[in-house]
């Protein structure tokens, strides 16, 4: 059957169109209404559950449970992010300044949801679109496709029950998911929230359309030994092992001080972690096993993606101990296309390396990030606030977490106060058009209203300091 998307695509443009402008006209009150009975409808916990195992069935990845989990920390915090905030007419006033702000909508967004999150992602970002009075249309990944479609259905429930129209949120029928889909929605759509693979987000970038995408994630995190190993391990094996590794922003290479490496080491053992050590056998079957085809591309075997440790060990042949959570692969070699486990992995496998100094881990974390990473997040465990300094200051990353479990942290949690985000934007570094998490706000325009005021022009002497103006005499 020949399918024109362009002409299905329309369709689904016309009916946001005609949703929005309902409402276009909808109060604060009216606005939150909404949000909170999404957010309370999808968190409850055998619906948040039955979206997480259907997503599991349908794309053979990740963990149920930790998806429900995902349901209830991203959905449940997006919308405690936006109670009781403005974002319908006057929301800010300078009386100073004589200026007046005013929240105003930007009409139909296309939202790119991954496979690797495809249980929350529809969610958040359908709560970022009814917050802004927003018709939102979402495109998922081929294998959560079904998944996309349910999630949206009750979605679309849930306003008929409150008297809304139903096409302020739409899917694609799950019979039209495909790349070309997408990429007609990219085009015809006011705005493009883009969560998924590099080439989808570069796609959404020249679509013509103002977008906000994210970069690609290869977390590195330094651990000094200053801290207790015993912690830390448990953190990054959490971490790590949560949903199985779907997430972009888990640990994906960890650089540990030698005076702290084999106490590490252990401690990581005690926690459901695995060693394969450099130059040996098992390091070459599991390099073949997760890049089989050509490392030098790192293009992951599919197989292995949202694995557990235990499957992905069984299918590179080795043995791990029963009960392993990571693994994790010494390498104290070179970076780059030739050594692909400096990349991501989008598994609970992670490159483990040593570092001499701080200065020396530094430097591998610029070598790292400078193959795959730039912009995304790092982490480091340790007492010393001048590191941390340091790494704020000189590491090309928007977000530092400082003695927390990365995927668990740097896209928003209960414990820190990064934004809860489905959306991490990674910067010029991660060629991103912004740095921070992505929520409800940046799906606003905003009207600027200003009166007269008094003047505040300031004469030279008040405006350049003395030495200055001297030296132009």
């Excluded at 990740?62 to 998806?67: E, I, L, M, Q, T």
Aim: hydrophobic share 40%.
């Amino acid at each position: 059957m020949s399918i024109d998307y362009n002409e299905y695509v329309a369709d689904l443009v016309k009916k946001g169109r005609a949703a929005q402008q309902i409402a276009e006209d909808y109060d604060q009150a009216r606005v939150d209404q909404l949000t909170e009975a999404v957010a309370y409808a999808l968190t409850i916990p055998e619906t948040a559950l039955k979206f997480g195992e259907m997503l599991v069935e349908e794309s053979g990845m990740g963990v149920a449970a930790d998806k429900q989990g995902k349901m209830f920390s991203k959905v449940k915090g997006s919308y405690a992010q936006m109670k009781g905030q403005r974002s319908v007419g006057l929301c800010a006033v300078d009386e100073k300044m004589g200026m007046e702000t005013y929240a105003r909508s930007m009409g139909v967004v296309g939202a790119i949801i991954p496979v690797t999150n495809g249980e929350a992602t529809p969610v958040v970002k359908s709560l970022m679109a009814l917050k802004t009075r927003n018709a939102i249309i979402l495109a998922p990944h081929p294998k959560a496709r079904r998944t996309n479609w349910a999630v949206t259905e009750r979605i679309r429930s849930i306003l008929k029950k409150y008297g809304a129209p139903e096409d302020l949120v739409q899917a694609v029928d799950p019979d039209y998911v495909s790349v070309e889909c997408s990429q007609s929605i990219m085009k015809q759509v006011d705005f493009i929230l883009a969560t998924g693979g590099t080439p989808m987000v570069r796609q959404a970038y020249s679509s013509g359309n103002p977008t906000i995408g994210v970069g690609t994630g290869n977390v590195v995190c330094i651990v000094d030994g200053t801290t207790d190993l015993d912690t830390v391990a448990d953190m990054l094996v959490r971490s790590k092992s949560f949903d199985y590794a779907t997430s972009c922003s888990t640990e994906n290479n960890i650089i540990v001080f030698e005076d702290a490496y084999d106490g590490f080491v252990k401690a990581l053992a005690k926690q459901g972690g695995h060693l394969i050590k450099d130059g040996t056998p098992e390091k070459e079957k599991i390099v073949k096993t997760i890049w089989p085809q050509t490392p030098e591309n790192h293009d992951l075997n599919r197989h292995i993606v949202a694995q557990s440790a235990e499957k992905i060990a069984e299918l590179a042949g080795i043995t791990v101990p029963a009960g392993t959570k990571m693994i994790m692969v010494e390498e104290n070699s070179g970076y780059g296309n030739s050594f692909p486990l400096t990349g991501e992995k989008l598994s609970p496998v992670a490159e483990l390396r040593k570092a001499k100094d701080f200065d020396d881990a530094v430097q591998q974390t610029l070598n790292i990030l400078e193959y795959q990473g730039k912009g995304h997040s790092i982490g480091i465990h340790t007492v010393h606030d001048e590191r941390v300094r340091h790494l704020g200051e000189k590491i090309p990353v928007c977000k530092v977490c400082v003695n927390l479990p990365q995927s668990l942290s740097n896209s928003g949690s209960w414990t820190c106060g990064f934004p809860m985000s489905m959306t991490l934007g990674c910067g010029t570094w991660g060629h991103n058009s912004i740095s921070w998490n992505a929520t409800w706000k940046d799906l606003l325009n905003f009207t600027y209203v200003a009166r007269p005021i008094p003047s505040w022009q300031p004469n030279d002497a008040e405006l350049f300091s003395d030495a200055v103006r001297a030296a132009f005499q």
